[in-house]
């Protein structure tokens, strides 16, 4: 079993930035690609960002790209996602999630552990 705690989020006006982590308690976090996901309200949890076991490798969605950084650090086994210029639209509640076994997962159903997620409230 992977635990995943989220945090970071917060309010920020249109134009700003913030950097939400994830924590993974694990002894094998090097074992497991993770990814940002999305939620807004009355959506669908959408794909947001995902990095390779190593960190050598990141895939982002369309609509965070450019703006959305996500990275890892393996000794302290956390994920992060900077987020930068966010936008109204970018609010919703942040999850990160684990999975064992694709290098780049984009589908919620592959990724086989959850966080409970981090609010991020962009106004406008």
């Known amino acids: 079993q992977v635990q995943l705690v989220e945090s970071g989020g917060g309010a920020v006006q249109a134009g700003g930035s913030l950097r939400v982590s994830c924590a993974a308690s694990t002894r094998t976090f090097t074992n497991y690609a993770m990814g940002w996901f999305r939620q807004a309200p009355g959506k669908e949890r959408e794909f947001v960002a995902a990095i390779s076991r190593g960190g050598g490798n990141t895939l982002y969605a369309d609509s965070v790209k450019g703006r959305f950084t996500i990275s890892r650090d393996n000794a302290k086994n956390t994920v992060y996602l900077q987020m930068n210029s966010l936008k109204p639209e970018d609010t919703a509640l942040y999850y990160c999630?684990?999975?064992?076994?694709?290098?780049?997962?984009?589908?919620?159903?592959?990724?086989?552990?959850w966080g409970q997620g981090t609010q991020v409230t962009v106004s406008s």
């Open positions: 999630a684990a999975d064992a076994t694709a290098s780049l997962p984009v589908l919620v159903g592959l990724y086989d552990y």
